[in-house]
């Protein structure tokens, strides 16, 4: 067996590569629970609370950590590895039926991994990263009709009940103007709601996690492609698992006559309920416009 590049013992790489692919299963499962609240209509504040629980708590952070920990090492060492095996056998078989000895997806770890790779990296680009550091990241706000008749637009606290009308929040620099009334509030730190004249912080607002991804699937130039690329990258996810789940309790010494039917059963339906649910989120959004 190959030693891995990452870890001097054989036999610690095949359970740190089964353990790091088994966390990374509890978490698509953790994560496909909150983004299947994308199907209920209307559900803008309930997934904008997950996403700022997900992305404050301390706990949460911990575990995001390890997550990202994971994902590396299970890429790099994988890669690394399949590169290794190929090099110890440069020269194939004289005779050679691989569809008779072993599956799609075991022979196309890498390829599946790649894609998946390559889909969280830019999963990442286009909601993480703009959840944590673009500056014109949105914020939640929702219409109430003060008067009969008349809308105005609040932005909303992440405290029950807390509702700001936006004509009364100074967002950015203010340029004194003799013809513009002062307003009640600013916007600091690109989250935080102060009180304009006592400076003193009355509340913080949700980001728009939820404005952010249905406007990303229903895009109306690239919504389609967004969606269809999503779609086929869960086929490869769902492909990687179907070998990859049971291949790590083997991996970890957990097969045996009594055991081993079961976590291929469980292992083949988690790996195509997961990411068939996660598949149908953009497509219900882009199709349900």
């Known amino acids: 067996m190959a030693k891995s590049a990452l870890l001097k013992s054989s036999i610690a790489k095949k359970y740190w590569m089964a353990l790091t692919g088994l966390f990374l299963c ?6 496909l629970a909150g983004n299947l609240q994308l199907l209920v209509p209307n559900n803008a504040l309930k997934f904008n609370q997950y996403a700022l629980f997900m992305t404050t708590n301390p706990a949460v952070k911990i575990l995001s950590y390890l997550t990202y ?31 008779a000895n072993s599956s799609f997806s075991s022979r196309n770890m890498a390829v599946l991994g790649t894609i998946v790779l390559v889909f969280i990296v830019t999963h990442m680009t286009n909601f993480w990263a703009k959840m944590h550091y ?14 009969p008749g008349l809308k105005q637009e609040y932005y909303v606290g992440t405290q029950t009940g807390q509702f700001y009308q ?22 600091l730190n690109r989250t935080e709601l102060y009180h304009a ?6 509340a913080d607002l949700y980001k728009d996690l939820y404005k952010i991804t249905i406007a990303f699937f229903r895009d109306v130039k690239y919504g389609l ?17 179907w070998h990859g789940f049971q291949s790590a309790f083997q991996s970890l010494g ?29 497509l219900y959004i882009h199709f349900t416009k």
Do not use: C, W
């Not at 967002?171 to 003799?178: A, K, L, N």
């Not at 039917?261 to 068939?276: D, E, H, R, T, W």
């Open 197 to 202: 004249q006592a400076n003193v912080k009355v």
């Open 134 to 147: 673009d500056e014109n990241m949105p914020l939640m706000t929702q219409s109430i009709e003060a008067q």
């Open 225 to 241: 492609y967004f969606t269809i690329g999503y779609v086929l990258a869960m086929f490869a996810l769902g492909f990687h698992l």
């Open 254 to 282: 957990l097969n045996s006559p009594k055991y081993t039917p079961s976590i291929k059963f469980i292992g083949k339906a988690f790996a195509v309920i997961v990411p068939l649910l996660f598949a149908i989120i953009p």
């Open 166 to 187: 936006t004509e009364q929040v100074e967002v950015g620099v203010h340029t004194e103007e003799h013809n513009h009334a002062p307003k009640q509030f600013k916007l």
């Open 26 to 31: 509890l978490f698509l499962a953790g994560h």
């Open 69 to 99: 920990i994971s994902i590396l090492f299970h890429a790099i060492d994988g890669f690394l590895l399949t590169y290794q095996n190929a090099k110890a056998r440069p020269i194939g078989y004289a005779k050679s039926n691989p569809s």
